[in-house]
């Protein structure tokens, strides 16, 4: 895929991190974004950052990208609805949606009660799915396009005080491949997307079992991969309309251990420092 400023990408979850830096890499390569999350100052302030990238520094004159900036709460119907009818007044083809929006859990099954379990797949997977049907019938009008869903390396397999989020990103694959399987022929390329640890706010952010943010930055994201990199092989992995991508470091091996000694993992997963 050549990007020029025709090109649109649509990002949930751009205020911060992966959404972010996906949204400066692609403003970086000429596309034109679509930003949106709840946050609408901090959304300006990536939109701006991009506006700054895009700007050509050859002197050669072409047409600038756009950079949207479309207020959504993820975690409502309403609001999703809302959203796609504000995106829709642009009045331009939607080629890359990247269903980026999240929050993870850092609390035992246990002491974790189903408003919670509920309210973790309300966003990751009921909101990832709504606004998914909601362009899937644009994109197929248009001649086709490409669906992203940014699940987690825990989307492949359980991980202590990830019962809920785990889940969430489980229920993600099954939809995601079973949407790739019958549209694939339709042009529409469907990539999930499995990231490691990366250095974001997914664990500052994380809900505890009262409901509160768990507030404190994980040394596994401390140590993480910067969001740039996860945002270059991200965009690459749509580019080359892969089915998936996995994206980290040494943590990745943890996906090829469940899958091909399942005994070890087993015995891993009991003993991992989960945070
Ligand atoms: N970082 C990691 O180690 C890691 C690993 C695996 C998977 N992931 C996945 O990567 C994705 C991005 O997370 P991140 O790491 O970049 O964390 P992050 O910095 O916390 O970003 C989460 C993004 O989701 C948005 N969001 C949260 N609730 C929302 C809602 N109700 N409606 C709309 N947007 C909402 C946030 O924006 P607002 O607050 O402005 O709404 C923010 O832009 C998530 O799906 C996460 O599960 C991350």
Redesign the pocket.
């Known amino acids: 895929m050549v990007y020029s400023a025709n090109t649109t990408v649509w990002i949930?979850?751009?205020?911060?991190?992966?959404?972010?830096?996906l949204a400066e890499h692609y403003a970086r390569l000429g596309a034109s974004v679509i930003l949106?999350?709840?946050?609408?100052s901090?959304?300006q302030a990536v939109a701006l950052r991009c506006a700054k990238i895009s700007a050509p520094s050859d002197g050669k004159k072409r047409k600038s990208p756009d950079f949207f900036v479309v207020?959504?709460?993820?975690?409502?119907t309403e609001?999703i609805a809302q959203a796609w009818a504000e995106v829709g007044k642009l009045n331009r083809p939607i080629n890359v949606l990247i269903?980026?929006?999240?929050?993870?859990q850092r609390s035992l099954t246990r002491d974790t009660g189903t408003e919670i379990d509920r309210k973790v797949m309300e966003?990751?997977f009921f909101?990832t799915v709504t606004l998914t049907k909601m362009v899937l019938p644009h994109m197929l009008t248009h001649g086709g396009g490409h669906i992203a869903a940014?699940?987690?390396?825990?989307?492949k397999f359980g991980f202590p005080l990830r019962s809920a989020?785990s889940a969430s990103?489980h229920a993600l694959k099954g939809f995601f491949e079973s949407l790739d399987a019958e549209e694939r022929k339709h042009r529409i390329f469907v990539t999930l997307?499995?990231?490691?640890?990366?250095?974001?706010?997914?664990?500052?952010?994380?809900l505890t079992a009262d409901g509160t943010a768990h507030g404190a930055m994980d040394n596994?994201?401390k140590q993480?991969?910067a969001?740039e990199i996860?945002a270059r092989k991200i965009e690459r992995a749509i580019r080359r309309r892969k089915h998936e991508v996995l994206v980290?470091r040494k943590e990745l091996l943890l996906v090829h251990i469940r899958r091909f000694l399942p005994a070890l993992y087993y015995t891993m997963a009991r003993r991992v420092n989960p945070t």
């Open positions: 949930t979850g751009a205020s911060s991190g992966i959404g972010a830096a949106s999350s709840r946050n609408e901090q959304l207020p959504v709460d993820m975690a409502s609001s269903n980026n929006a999240g929050i993870s966003l990751n909101g940014i699940s987690s390396i825990v989307g989020y990103k997307v499995y990231p490691g640890f990366i250095t974001t706010k997914i664990s500052v952010n994380a596994n994201q993480g991969m969001p996860c980290g």
